[in-house]
């Protein structure tokens, strides 16, 4: 866990379908509302398909940089965004290559989970709901991990879910099959073993949230 980097540039080493079984193995032992284990991968080698996953998340990049040089958390729910969507340009590939580099991985992780099992308790809150995530993302954290401990690596991307109806369109999946992330995974191109967080002490209180720091 102090070790899972978020790996972006790989080498040309295979992942072989054993490779992924292996990860998944693993991974399905994550909790689950009701242990319904709702999740679905699709592993993608195709390289025009996995160019395709990557163009399709780019406007949802964009969005996110843009509110971020304007000084906001982007795409946050509770403070509204000054940034208007329809100003971006969309012609602007400044800051992507980053991003469009992830077509390059030998496989690209398409997770999604079936809406028809999840539990959502928090559905009728006036907010957006987060309990939903319970339900996939422990599995995805599970993959990452598992990936780790094979000597291959991954990173935890998001913005494919802003295209979803594409996305379920490219990849033939159901309308209630949500998108919940996109993986790269394998051989890491170069080893990161000391992440930066912050302690315990600066999140975690004790009986109130005004209560003393924990640690």
């Not at 009728?124 to 709901?129: M, V």
Request: charged share 20%; aromatic share 6%; glycine share 8%.
């Amino acid at each position: 866990m102090r070790t899972s980097f978020a790996c972006r540039e790989f080498t040309g080493d295979p992942v072989t379908d054993e490779d992924l079984v292996a990860l998944l193995e693993h991974a399905r032992f994550a909790p689950s509302g009701g242990n319904r284990q709702g999740w679905k991968v699709i592993a993608v080698r195709d390289q025009a398909i996995k160019d395709e996953l990557v163009e399709l998340s780019l406007p949802a990049l964009r969005l996110y940089l843009a509110q971020r040089a304007a000084g906001e958390n982007p795409w946050n729910t509770i403070v509204p965004s000054a940034v208007d969507p329809d100003s971006i340009d969309h012609s602007d590939n400044s800051g992507l290559d980053w991003f469009r580099g992830l077509a390059l991985a030998p496989v690209l992780l398409v997770v999604g989970v079936d809406l028809t099992v999840v539990a959502s308790a928090d559905s009728k809150l006036d907010r957006i709901g987060v309990v939903s995530g319970g339900s996939i993302y422990p599995f995805v954290q599970n993959i990452l991990l598992a990936a780790r401990g094979h000597g291959l690596a991954g990173a935890l991307t998001t913005f494919l879910a802003a295209a979803e109806p594409a996305a379920q369109a490219l990849l033939g999946l159901p309308p209630e099959i949500a998108v919940a992330a996109l993986l790269p995974i394998g051989r890491p191109r170069r080893e990161i073993t000391k992440l930066s967080r912050h302690p315990v002490s600066s999140f975690a209180r004790l009986e109130r949230w005004d209560g003393p720091a924990l640690g």
